[in-house]
């Protein structure tokens, strides 16, 4: 079975622009979250989409947003890039069964904003 | 506010040297209790999910357990390869995840 995948795995970006990642998760998980990864933070939830809709939300600007589409692929955009915005960005795809819930990770796309 | 810690930060021990990674976390309605295990450059790999005081998970050399205010994962004769850091992370009714910094964990042969 295919993991998640995220493209693309490395971008580098300058102050102001705009920047447009995507994440497919495994076959059959319709649940997919992203969350930024940064040695000062550490990892942090950014917002979860399930069947197209974005059922949660953390505590980012609204330079930051995401969709999700019919076939459960997604995709996260950050406009006006700021030099803070550096980092590993994460999606991850779970599977809700029998009560249970595993969450897989995506290999993740490394941003770099000069 | 929800709040997840983990100790130590980092942790050496020699190879077959059993200890517990700590994860404690105050939490307003707490839907499941994760553990991962990244590796340098990767994505956080799933361990374990737990959801209730008293739960117990368990893989290979790997032990899960849930009180009301704290996991552990406890390594049993660990071997270099489990040199990883390990996450811990709650999922509240809410729907949000807040992540601890993690365990660093380095087993020397």
């Known amino acids: 079975k295919a993991g998640v995948t995220q493209t693309p795995r490395y971008l580098i970006k300058t102050r102001g622009q705009q920047v447009t990642l995507s994440c497919s998760p495994i076959?059959?998980?319709?649940?997919v979250s992203w969350y930024q990864q940064t040695p000062g933070q550490g990892l942090q939830f950014l917002f979860e989409?399930?069947?197209?809709?974005?059922?949660n939300k953390g505590n980012f600007p609204g330079r930051f947003s995401g969709r999700q589409f019919s076939n459960s692929r997604s995709e996260m955009n950050v406009s006006t890039l700021e030099l803070g915005d550096s980092a590993l960005y994460l999606c991850?795809?779970?599977?809700?069964?029998?009560?249970?819930?595993?969450?897989?990770f995506g290999p993740g796309t490394r941003l770099l904003v000069l | 506010e929800d709040q997840v810690t983990q100790s130590p930060e980092a942790l050496r021990l020699q190879e077959g040297e059993s200890s517990s990674l700590n994860c404690s976390y105050t939490?307003?309605?707490?839907?499941?209790l994760f553990w991962y295990r990244q590796d340098p450059g990767k994505g956080p790999e799933f361990l374990f999910t737990?959801?209730?005081a008293g739960e117990e998970k368990e893989k290979e050399r790997l032990k899960a357990t849930l009180t009301k205010k704290e996991s552990f994962l406890h390594i049993t004769a660990p071997k270099p390869e489990d040199s990883a850091t390990y996450l811990c992370?709650?999922?509240?009714?809410?729907?949000?995840?807040?992540f601890g910094d993690g365990t660093t964990l380095t087993v020397k042969p």
């Open positions: 991850a795809s779970s599977l809700f069964a029998g009560g249970k819930e595993t969450q897989y």
């Open positions: 076959s059959g998980h319709r649940s």
């Open positions: 989409y399930f069947s197209e809709t974005q059922r």
């Open positions: 939490v307003s309605g707490l839907r499941g």
């Open positions: 737990l959801y209730s």
């Open positions: 992370a709650v999922n509240t009714n809410a729907g949000k995840s807040t």
